[in-house]
């Protein structure tokens, strides 16, 4: 017994030193990366009707905006996995902010909507590592507060997108959508400004036998948590995810440790294909399937609001649209305020009623707001009703990305690969 106390793993490190002040700024920094994901997502929201005014698209020119960033999202959350399972996550949240900072940038200046609709494709593949930032925060948590710590992450996005729409209604009337879509990268500009002081993940480092490295990160932390590590010697852990002994998640786990460190070795196509093997299979299905009903309710509703705010609707009514030249403005700026009490709702009943049965009411919820939007109705319950539809699917999807990441890391990041496609079509 007492030389098995002379060793211990990532996972028994992070419980030991706690979450404390060095896993606060992780977090800021992991933060910034979706803040900078809900500004260009909601970005669609206003340069979409303003470029069709402006160079007399048709509704499926208008369209295909949107389209190619999530065809974007669909090869770089692969690509950028891929990367960050071989050469580091350091190295995969690089490559993803330069591309979307780049990118962005150069959208800006585009000269005709072909390379406008090149140039946000390649912004989506960027945004496609977003995956890997809220993966390589979670690396630094202990098991018992990932949960919790997942929702945080949540209240960065829905700022971003809060964000977004001020910042539109202020640039927009003014100086026009290619200073909007320049603005918009400045997030992404400062998480490269501050890369230099991001730690790469231990749990990585272990898995690629670099013990001593990942053993200097974890001296790091519990200094500045003013912590200790435990007694004895760092050794390899198995487990890239949840730890199976001290999650706190409803679900038994799917691969043994063996099968685990098998899979960590592997190359990443061959870990791709291991989502459909006999045991793995039915969760993938089921995952993949509860991440695109989440998503497209998310992602229709914002874009349902732009759409019926612009004055262009092709359903004959526009309901939101006012007099005011600033409806849109006023109508999204409106609609992502519900983020905010979509969180706070997914924060009050998560671990009152569990991960899956919070996810089936709030989607319910959602439905029941968003039928009666079948029949014409004032303005007035219009906005209401997107208000508590856009509400209850933020905490359902925000509920399903922790509930994604507790079940199985693997499949929930190839979840936003197949989500990104599904999205596509």
């Known amino acids: 017994m007492d030389g098995e106390n002379l060793v211990y793993t990532v996972d028994e490190a992070l419980a030991s030193v706690g979450f404390g002040k060095f896993q606060r700024l992780v977090l800021v920094y992991a933060g910034l990366a979706l803040f ?51 050469h580091g996550r350091r190295m995969g949240f690089l490559g993803a902010t330069l591309l979307t900072c780049g990118a962005g940038l150069l959208s800006a200046f585009s000269p005709n909507y072909a390379s406008l609709v090149i140039l946000r494709c390649l912004v989506g593949s960027g945004l496609g590592g977003g995956s890997v930032f809220s993966s390589w925060f979670l690396e630094f948590v202990p098991a018992s507060h990932r949960g919790k710590r997942m929702l945080l992450l949540s209240w960065f996005w829905a700022f971003g997108s809060i964000f977004e729409a001020f910042l539109a209604w202020l640039v927009m009337p003014r100086l026009g959508w290619r200073w909007l879509l320049a603005a918009s990268c400045l997030p992404a500009f400062a998480l490269l400004l501050f890369y230099s002081h991001v730690p790469e993940s231990p749990r990585y480092l272990c898995m690629k036998g670099r013990i001593n490295d990942a053993y200097n990160i974890l001296e790091k932390i519990a200094l500045l ?155 007035t319950l219009t906005m209401s009703f997107l208000f508590g539809a856009r509400m209850s699917t933020k905490a359902a999807l925000s509920v399903a990305t922790i509930y994604g990441h507790e079940v199985s890391p693997i499949i929930l990041c190839s979840g936003h690969f197949i989500r990104s496609k599904m999205l596509t079509g």
């Open 225 to 379: 948590n003013q912590s200790q590590l435990p007694p004895g010697e760092l050794v390899p852990d198995s487990t890239i995810g949840l730890d199976e002994e001290s999650a706190t998640s409803e679900y038994t786990p799917l691969l043994s440790t063996t099968e685990k460190m098998d899979l960590d070795f592997r190359s990443g196509f061959q870990s791709f294909l291991m989502l459909f093997s006999s045991k793995l299979i039915r969760t993938t299905l089921l995952l993949w399937e509860l991440l695109f009903g989440n998503v497209f309710s998310y992602y229709g509703i914002i874009l349902m609001t732009s759409e019926l705010s612009s004055g262009q609707s092709r359903c004959g009514s526009n309901l939101l649209k006012s007099e005011n030249p600033e409806s849109l403005y006023i109508n999204v700026f409106i609609s992502n305020l519900a983020e905010l009490p979509g969180i706070v709702l997914s924060a009050t009943i998560v671990d009152r009623i569990g991960r899956k049965l919070t996810v089936a009411v709030t989607f319910i919820l959602a439905g029941i707001f968003l039928l009666p939007l079948v029949y014409h109705q004032s303005a």
């Open 36 to 86: 900078a994901d809900a500004m260009e997502v909601m970005i669609l929201s206003f340069v979409g009707p303003a470029v069709k005014s402006q160079w007399d698209l048709s509704s499926s020119q208008e369209s295909l905006l949107s389209t190619a960033v999530f065809g974007g999202r669909f090869i770089g959350s692969f690509f950028w996995g891929l990367v960050s399972d071989l």
